[in-house]
């Protein structure tokens, strides 16, 4: 079984701060790991992915996701958030050995970034 | 180019009658998917189409439910005998391939109300 834990419902920061938006996964063997973002009234957006090779994957608008084998975690971060970054985040899991066909996804988390 | 697009974008109807959704994937694209979000739920898996393979249908909730894709292209979602509880945002996401690795694309999806 494939599962995927989002602990925070929402996250608040103030603009030019980092942010992190934390990701837990559980799969039976090597993860493929999804972040997406979605907007009010708008389907999700991909952000970026962790299939294998280096632990911190970039992805688009400035983010990045450190993947951590260890701690089974796959945290989205920024280093200077943006009043337009506010929206609702998903992260997903694929376990490759799995045969299921599709991804999981976390319940969301909600990010709200303050002037 | 065009991304995914679904028709249409909101729909009220009755208890009890039935509704169609459609997706139409970007072009290329041969596999689909099917969501259902429901407020504080995430994204529920439905159903996944890949080229002409038989459709993953596991996620279905139950038989009001089914989904068809004509030529490799455009599908449409039926509930039939609808019921408040399927009032939800139906996603609609088609990927270039079926692979793991592939990230998937989403429509804006179709907001369902039943009153």
Request: aromatic content about 12%; glycine content about 10%; some cysteine.
């Given at each position: 079984a494939q599962s995927v834990a989002q602990p925070e419902d929402q996250v608040n920061v103030a603009e030019g701060n980092p942010l992190t938006v934390k990701c837990t996964y559980s799969v039976s063997g090597n993860p493929y790991l999804f972040w997406y973002v979605q907007y009010p009234n708008r389907g999700l957006q991909f952000l970026l992915k962790y299939i294998t090779g280096d632990n911190l994957v970039k992805g688009s608008y400035g983010f990045e996701a450190e993947f951590n084998k260890s701690q089974t975690s796959f945290h989205l971060?920024?280093?200077?958030?943006?009043?337009?970054?506010?929206?609702?985040?998903?992260?997903?899991?694929?376990?490759?050995?799995?045969?299921?066909?599709?991804?999981?996804?976390?319940?969301?988390?909600?990010?709200?970034?303050?002037? | 180019g065009a991304g995914v697009s679904q028709s249409p974008s909101n729909?009220?109807?009755?208890?009890?009658?039935?509704?169609?959704?459609?997706?139409?994937?970007?072009?290329?694209?041969?596999?689909?998917?099917?969501?259902?979000?429901?407020?504080?739920?995430?994204?529920?898996?439905?159903?996944?189409?890949q080229g002409n393979s038989a459709p993953d249908k596991s996620g279905l909730p139950s038989d009001r439910f089914s989904a068809e894709r004509t030529g490799g292209s455009v599908s449409t979602l039926t509930i039939?005998?609808?019921?408040?509880?399927?009032?939800?945002?139906?996603?609609?996401?088609?990927?270039?391939?079926?692979?793991?690795?592939?990230p998937q694309?989403?429509?804006d999806g179709t907001r369902l109300s039943i009153l």
């Open positions: 971060k920024k280093p200077s958030a943006l009043v337009s970054d506010s929206a609702l985040y998903f992260c997903a899991v694929r376990d490759p050995n799995s045969g299921y066909s599709t991804l999981t996804f976390g319940k969301g988390t909600m990010l709200l970034v303050s002037p | 729909k009220v109807t009755e208890k009890g009658k039935d509704v169609e959704l459609r997706c139409d994937p970007i072009s290329g694209h041969t596999a689909l998917y099917w969501y259902r979000q429901s407020l504080g739920q995430g994204l529920e898996f439905l159903i996944y189409f039939q005998r609808t019921q408040q509880e399927d009032s939800a945002v139906y996603l609609c996401a088609s990927s270039l391939t079926g692979g793991l690795n592939q694309h989403f429509g």
